[in-house]
Nanobody, 122 residues
């Protein structure tokens, strides 16, 4: 049974930082592409960042490029999203996802975590 469990969300002031983690189990982590998405109520889930199997390639949405870093530790079956210079517009539920290839489309991912809330106050 595949499980993705996010952690690290919370309330932070604008300009602050958070590090999200996603621990995976039940899959061959080193052979799977990982992504982060976010969603606000009433809107679609949107791509934030992605990372290839070996971390050789990373991808970012324009909205977070330069402020966020995605990384992974295949020995710990964990993917991270370091977010800096946070803005109120970053407020959302953040989800990690696992899939077989790189895509910005959430439909391209096979497994999802339950999400972690990030709230940025102004």
């Amino acid at each position: 049974q595949v499980q993705l469990v996010e952690s690290g969300g919370g309330l932070v002031q604008a300009g602050g930082s958070l590090r999200l983690s996603c621990a995976a189990s039940g899959l061959t982590f080193s052979n799977i592409y990982m992504g982060w998405f976010r969603q606000v109520p009433g809107k679609e889930r949107v791509f934030v960042a992605g990372i290839s199997y070996s971390a050789f390639r990373t991808y970012y949405a324009d909205s977070v490029k330069g402020r966020s870093t995605i990384s992974r530790d295949n020995a710990k079956n964990t993917v991270y999203l370091q977010m800096n210079s946070l803005l109120p517009g970053d407020t959302a539920v953040y989800y990690c996802a696992a899939g077989r290839y790189n895509t910005y489309n959430p439909n391209g991912y096979d497994y999802w975590g339950q999400g972690t809330q990030v709230t940025v106050s102004s």
